[in-house]
Protein backbone atom coordinates (compact mmCIF):
# COMPACT_ATOMS: atom_id res chain seq x y z
CA UNK A 1 0.00 0.00 0.00
CA UNK A 2 3.16 2.45 0.82
CA UNK A 3 4.64 1.72 -2.46
CA UNK A 4 1.29 2.24 -4.21
CA UNK A 5 1.19 5.88 -2.96
CA UNK A 6 4.89 6.34 -3.38
CA UNK A 7 4.40 5.21 -7.10
CA UNK A 8 1.08 7.16 -7.87
CA UNK A 9 2.65 10.09 -5.77
CA UNK A 10 5.67 10.15 -8.05
CA UNK A 11 3.68 10.23 -11.69
CA UNK A 12 2.48 13.03 -10.10
CA UNK A 13 5.01 14.91 -9.67
CA UNK A 14 6.18 13.81 -13.39
CA UNK A 15 2.58 15.42 -14.49
CA UNK A 16 3.14 18.54 -13.05
CA UNK A 17 5.86 19.45 -15.73
CA UNK A 18 6.77 22.75 -15.06
CA UNK A 19 5.06 23.41 -11.91
CA UNK A 20 7.37 20.86 -10.11
CA UNK A 21 10.42 23.24 -11.14
CA UNK A 22 8.03 26.53 -9.93
CA UNK A 23 7.16 24.88 -6.60
CA UNK A 24 10.90 23.79 -6.02
CA UNK A 25 12.09 26.91 -7.05
CA UNK A 26 9.84 29.11 -4.79
CA UNK A 27 10.09 27.01 -1.31
CA UNK A 28 13.85 26.98 -1.84
CA UNK A 29 14.02 30.53 -1.48
CA UNK A 30 11.81 30.26 1.00
CA UNK A 31 13.41 28.15 3.38
CA UNK A 32 16.79 30.01 2.63
CA UNK A 33 15.29 33.70 3.75
CA UNK A 34 14.51 30.84 6.92
CA UNK A 35 17.20 30.08 7.32
CA UNK A 36 19.13 33.81 7.08
CA UNK A 37 16.48 34.46 9.60
CA UNK A 38 17.59 32.03 12.11
CA UNK A 39 21.11 33.32 11.52
CA UNK A 40 20.27 36.74 12.54
CA UNK A 41 18.11 35.55 15.23
CA UNK A 42 20.89 33.47 16.58
CA UNK A 43 23.92 36.33 16.07
CA UNK A 44 21.81 39.15 17.53
CA UNK A 45 20.64 37.31 20.77
CA UNK A 46 24.42 35.66 21.19
CA UNK A 47 26.20 39.43 20.83
CA UNK A 48 23.18 40.96 22.76
CA UNK A 49 23.29 38.49 25.65
CA UNK A 50 27.57 39.00 25.51
CA UNK A 51 26.98 43.15 25.65
CA UNK A 52 24.34 42.36 28.42
CA UNK A 53 27.23 40.39 30.63
CA UNK A 54 29.59 43.72 30.36
CA UNK A 55 27.51 46.48 31.29
CA UNK A 56 29.79 48.98 31.36
CA UNK A 57 30.89 52.34 31.04
CA UNK A 58 34.27 53.75 31.05
CA UNK A 59 35.26 57.78 32.15
CA UNK A 60 38.36 58.85 30.86
CA UNK A 61 39.61 62.05 32.76
CA UNK A 62 41.43 65.20 31.65
CA UNK A 63 45.52 65.16 31.96
CA UNK A 64 45.19 67.47 33.97
CA UNK A 65 42.63 66.16 37.17
CA UNK A 66 44.41 65.15 40.05
CA UNK A 67 44.29 61.16 41.58
CA UNK A 68 42.19 62.91 44.56
CA UNK A 69 39.54 64.14 42.47
CA UNK A 70 39.47 60.78 40.80
CA UNK A 71 39.27 58.72 44.18
CA UNK A 72 36.68 61.04 45.24
CA UNK A 73 34.45 60.68 42.12
CA UNK A 74 34.96 56.77 42.49
CA UNK A 75 33.53 56.98 45.84
CA UNK A 76 30.68 58.61 44.89
CA UNK A 77 29.67 56.53 42.14
CA UNK A 78 30.61 53.68 44.68
CA UNK A 79 27.47 54.94 46.83
CA UNK A 80 25.20 54.13 43.90
CA UNK A 81 22.56 51.49 44.25
CA UNK A 82 22.85 50.17 40.74
CA UNK A 83 26.65 50.22 40.57
CA UNK A 84 28.46 46.52 40.33
CA UNK A 85 31.92 47.67 40.44
CA UNK A 86 34.21 50.98 40.05
CA UNK A 87 37.80 50.20 39.06
CA UNK A 88 40.25 52.80 38.81
CA UNK A 89 43.07 52.44 36.12
CA UNK A 90 45.93 54.83 36.38
CA UNK A 91 47.73 56.06 33.14
CA UNK A 92 50.70 54.38 34.22
CA UNK A 93 48.62 51.16 34.35
CA UNK A 94 46.94 51.57 31.25
CA UNK A 95 50.08 52.11 29.21
CA UNK A 96 51.55 49.28 31.31
CA UNK A 97 48.46 47.20 29.30
CA UNK A 98 48.68 48.18 26.51
CA UNK A 99 52.20 46.96 25.87
CA UNK A 100 51.11 44.15 27.35
CA UNK A 101 48.27 43.56 24.88
CA UNK A 102 51.17 44.52 21.75
CA UNK A 103 54.28 42.69 23.18
CA UNK A 104 54.26 40.95 19.96
CA UNK A 105 54.52 43.36 17.65
CA UNK A 106 57.48 45.69 18.48
CA UNK A 107 56.57 48.42 15.86
CA UNK A 108 54.34 49.53 17.61
CA UNK A 109 55.50 49.29 21.45
CA UNK A 110 58.15 51.29 20.06
CA UNK A 111 56.73 53.89 18.60
CA UNK A 112 55.32 54.91 22.14
CA UNK A 113 57.66 57.62 23.48
CA UNK A 114 55.31 58.91 25.66
CA UNK A 115 52.25 57.75 27.80
CA UNK A 116 49.24 59.36 26.08
CA UNK A 117 46.65 56.97 27.29
CA UNK A 118 44.57 59.12 29.72
CA UNK A 119 43.80 57.69 33.77
CA UNK A 120 39.81 55.98 33.48
CA UNK A 121 37.03 54.76 35.66
CA UNK A 122 35.32 51.77 34.63
CA UNK A 123 32.02 51.49 35.85
CA UNK A 124 30.08 48.59 35.11
CA UNK A 125 26.42 48.54 36.39
CA UNK A 126 23.81 46.03 37.64
CA UNK A 127 21.33 46.31 34.61
CA UNK A 128 21.70 47.90 30.71
CA UNK A 129 19.00 50.27 31.83
CA UNK A 130 21.65 52.23 33.83
CA UNK A 131 24.33 52.78 31.22
CA UNK A 132 22.73 55.84 30.37
CA UNK A 133 22.54 57.31 33.94
CA UNK A 134 26.46 56.52 34.34
CA UNK A 135 26.87 57.99 30.99
CA UNK A 136 25.11 61.04 31.82
CA UNK A 137 26.98 61.51 35.35
CA UNK A 138 30.24 61.53 33.39
CA UNK A 139 29.70 63.78 30.77
CA UNK A 140 27.98 66.00 33.11
CA UNK A 141 31.60 66.18 35.51
CA UNK A 142 34.31 69.04 34.52
CA UNK A 143 36.50 66.14 35.05
CA UNK A 144 35.83 63.86 32.71
CA UNK A 145 36.80 64.25 28.88
CA UNK A 146 35.35 61.18 27.05
CA UNK A 147 33.08 58.60 27.94
CA UNK A 148 32.60 55.37 26.16
CA UNK A 149 29.65 53.24 26.75
CA UNK A 150 28.04 49.89 25.38
CA UNK A 151 24.55 51.57 24.96
CA UNK A 152 25.19 53.06 21.61
CA UNK A 153 27.17 49.67 20.44
CA UNK A 154 23.77 47.77 21.12
CA UNK A 155 21.49 50.41 20.18
CA UNK A 156 23.06 49.89 17.24
CA UNK A 157 22.81 46.78 16.94
CA UNK A 158 19.21 46.87 17.78
CA UNK A 159 18.20 49.05 15.24
CA UNK A 160 20.50 46.96 12.50
CA UNK A 161 18.61 43.72 13.77
CA UNK A 162 15.01 44.81 14.02
CA UNK A 163 16.01 46.46 10.53
CA UNK A 164 16.99 42.89 9.16
CA UNK A 165 14.40 40.80 10.74
CA UNK A 166 11.18 43.10 9.34
CA UNK A 167 12.80 43.41 6.14
CA UNK A 168 13.33 39.41 6.14
CA UNK A 169 10.28 39.11 7.70
CA UNK A 170 8.21 40.37 5.10
CA UNK A 171 9.97 38.55 2.47
CA UNK A 172 9.72 34.87 4.49
CA UNK A 173 6.26 36.15 4.69
CA UNK A 174 5.17 36.89 0.74
CA UNK A 175 7.65 33.51 -0.26
CA UNK A 176 5.60 31.33 2.47
CA UNK A 177 2.14 32.67 1.02
CA UNK A 178 3.63 32.18 -2.57
CA UNK A 179 4.92 28.84 -1.95
CA UNK A 180 1.74 27.79 -0.12
CA UNK A 181 -0.37 29.43 -3.43
CA UNK A 182 1.61 27.46 -5.68
CA UNK A 183 1.28 23.91 -4.15
CA UNK A 184 -2.39 24.37 -3.41
CA UNK A 185 -2.87 25.36 -7.14
CA UNK A 186 -0.53 22.37 -8.14
CA UNK A 187 -2.16 19.97 -6.12
CA UNK A 188 -5.58 21.35 -7.06
CA UNK A 189 -4.71 21.36 -10.79
CA UNK A 190 -3.45 17.79 -10.53
CA UNK A 191 -6.46 16.47 -8.73
CA UNK A 192 -8.43 17.78 -11.48
CA UNK A 193 -6.79 15.91 -14.45
CA UNK A 194 -7.29 12.92 -12.82
CA UNK A 195 -10.34 13.46 -11.63
CA UNK A 196 -12.19 10.98 -13.80
CA UNK A 197 -10.05 8.01 -11.99
CA UNK A 198 -10.37 9.71 -8.58
CA UNK A 199 -14.43 9.61 -9.44
CA UNK A 200 -13.93 5.48 -10.70
CA UNK A 201 -12.07 5.44 -7.03
CA UNK A 202 -14.41 6.73 -4.80
CA UNK A 203 -17.32 4.50 -6.69
CA UNK A 204 -15.69 1.34 -5.57
CA UNK A 205 -14.99 2.63 -2.02
CA UNK A 206 -12.03 4.18 -1.86
CA UNK A 207 -11.84 6.40 1.75
CA UNK A 208 -10.88 10.26 0.89
CA UNK A 209 -7.51 9.27 2.66
CA UNK A 210 -6.41 6.58 0.07
CA UNK A 211 -7.05 9.25 -2.49
CA UNK A 212 -5.24 12.05 -1.39
CA UNK A 213 -2.42 10.49 0.28
CA UNK A 214 -0.29 10.54 -2.64
CA UNK A 215 -1.02 14.21 -3.34
CA UNK A 216 0.23 14.65 0.49
CA UNK A 217 3.14 12.64 -0.40
CA UNK A 218 4.07 14.88 -3.66
CA UNK A 219 3.84 17.80 -1.63
CA UNK A 220 6.36 16.39 1.15
CA UNK A 221 8.49 15.34 -1.69
CA UNK A 222 8.75 19.03 -2.68
CA UNK A 223 9.24 20.18 0.74
CA UNK A 224 12.36 18.02 0.92
CA UNK A 225 13.90 18.32 -1.69
CA UNK A 226 13.94 22.43 -1.41
CA UNK A 227 14.98 21.84 1.88
CA UNK A 228 17.96 19.62 0.51
CA UNK A 229 19.20 22.56 -1.63
CA UNK A 230 18.49 25.76 0.43
CA UNK A 231 20.84 23.58 2.58
CA UNK A 232 23.32 22.52 0.75
CA UNK A 233 23.83 26.47 -0.47
CA UNK A 234 23.47 27.75 2.93
CA UNK A 235 24.99 25.61 5.68
CA UNK A 236 28.67 25.58 3.13
CA UNK A 237 28.37 29.33 3.87
CA UNK A 238 27.78 29.26 7.64
CA UNK A 239 30.33 26.48 8.59
CA UNK A 240 33.05 28.23 6.78
CA UNK A 241 32.33 31.93 6.28
CA UNK A 242 29.93 32.83 9.33
CA UNK A 243 32.44 32.25 12.26
CA UNK A 244 35.25 34.44 10.65
CA UNK A 245 33.02 37.01 9.39
CA UNK A 246 31.49 37.65 12.51
CA UNK A 247 35.01 37.84 14.25
CA UNK A 248 35.96 40.35 11.72
CA UNK A 249 32.54 42.55 12.15
CA UNK A 250 32.51 42.50 16.55
CA UNK A 251 36.17 41.51 17.10
CA UNK A 252 37.24 38.26 18.89
CA UNK A 253 34.84 38.04 21.75
CA UNK A 254 35.04 34.63 22.74
CA UNK A 255 31.01 34.26 21.26
CA UNK A 256 29.45 30.78 21.11
CA UNK A 257 29.89 30.62 17.08
CA UNK A 258 28.49 27.86 14.62
CA UNK A 259 29.36 24.51 14.05
CA UNK A 260 28.56 22.08 12.36
CA UNK A 261 26.16 20.56 14.87
CA UNK A 262 24.10 23.27 15.40
CA UNK A 263 24.00 24.16 11.51
CA UNK A 264 22.15 20.61 11.53
CA UNK A 265 19.56 21.70 13.93
CA UNK A 266 19.12 24.57 11.63
CA UNK A 267 18.31 22.15 9.09
CA UNK A 268 16.17 19.85 11.04
CA UNK A 269 14.39 22.39 12.19
CA UNK A 270 13.61 23.99 8.58
CA UNK A 271 12.71 20.19 7.43
CA UNK A 272 10.49 20.21 10.43
CA UNK A 273 8.66 23.74 8.97
CA UNK A 274 8.71 22.37 5.14
CA UNK A 275 6.87 18.89 6.43
CA UNK A 276 4.03 21.43 8.31
CA UNK A 277 4.32 23.73 5.30
CA UNK A 278 3.77 21.15 2.66
CA UNK A 279 1.25 19.21 4.53
CA UNK A 280 -1.17 22.03 5.42
CA UNK A 281 -0.84 23.25 1.80
CA UNK A 282 -1.98 20.03 0.41
CA UNK A 283 -4.41 18.26 2.73
CA UNK A 284 -6.69 21.59 2.47
CA UNK A 285 -5.84 21.25 -1.53
CA UNK A 286 -7.28 18.04 -1.36
CA UNK A 287 -9.98 18.91 1.05
CA UNK A 288 -11.09 21.26 -1.60
CA UNK A 289 -10.70 19.46 -4.94
CA UNK A 290 -11.33 15.58 -4.00
CA UNK A 291 -14.65 16.46 -3.31
CA UNK A 292 -15.45 19.41 -6.31
Known sequence: MNKLFINKSWQNVKRAGWRTYAVIFMMTVTYLIFGVLMVTAFTSKNLAGYLSQRPEVIGFFKDEVKEEQILDLKRELESLDYIAEVRYVSKEEAMESFLKENEDNKEITEAVTVNPFPSHLNVRVKNLDNISAISDFFESSELISDVKAYEKILDTLRTIVFAVQIIGLSLF??????????????????????????????LVGATDWFVSAPYLLQSLFYSF????????????????????????????????????????VGVGIELLFGVLLAFLSSYFATKRYINY
Open 225 to 264: VSVILASMILAPILIIKYNGVVASVVGDLGLYYLNVPLVL
Open 173 to 202: IIFTFSTILIIFLTVGITIYARKSEIIVMK
